[in-house]
């Protein structure tokens, strides 16, 4: 990888994905590696800006390299992830995703709720969940190997605030992450 110019890593449910993109600026040549994995490969193009648009994750994200010349020889490239840039997808998947990360059984597992599903994700695979009303809201119950875990939804009270999720294993608050 001798042309190497950019590397992003991607926070999606499923896990984070190292995006790497090679650009040779003489020859023309993109390459586009997902987790290691060649994605695209195109040889001597004559046009050195331009895009490529390839898919990340289990969920198939659509995500986009612009290449952009800044002046002469300089080129800037810029990731966008299902049409947002990746700061702007990041900071609305914040809103729309609680994750968490835990020590279970000599393993860190990251888990990924997704509010508007109610899908919860753990260390890439979507769990089978089960939903239950209790007196204070919700309730998603799931396995991680044999520990038993749930995700609580209350209502905070505060219009601004909504619901507040909290996941729970083994009768055991997780402290929730920022991604």
């Given at each position: ?24 600026t ?23 800006v ?19 010349a ?51 994700w753990?260390?890439g695979?979507?769990?089978?969940t ?50």
């Amino acid at each position: 990888m001798t042309d190497l110019v950019a590397v992003w890593d991607v926070a999606l449910s499923d896990g984070i994905h190292k995006i790497e993109f090679e650009h040779g600026t003489t020859s023309g040549k993109r390459v586009v590696y997902v987790d290691g994995k060649e994605e695209i490969r195109k040889e001597w193009m004559f046009k050195l800006v331009g895009k490529e648009t390839f898919y990340v994750g289990a969920a198939k994200t659509k995500a986009t390299i612009n290449i952009d010349a800044v002046s002469g020889f300089a080129y800037e490239y810029t990731l966008e992830i299902d049409g947002k840039s990746l700061k702007k997808y990041m900071e609305n998947r914040s809103k729309t995703t609680n994750t968490w990360v835990l020590h279970l059984d000599g393993e860190d597992c990251r888990v990924v709720l997704e509010k508007d599903t109610m899908d919860v994700w753990c260390n890439g695979q979507k769990m089978e969940t089960a939903g239950e009303f209790v007196d204070d809201g919700t309730e998603t119950h799931f396995s991680i190997g044999n520990h038993d875990c749930y995700i609580k939804a209350v209502s905070s009270g505060k219009r601004r605030e909504g619901i507040i999720h909290t996941l729970i294993v083994d009768n055991r608050e997780i402290p929730e992450v920022s991604q």
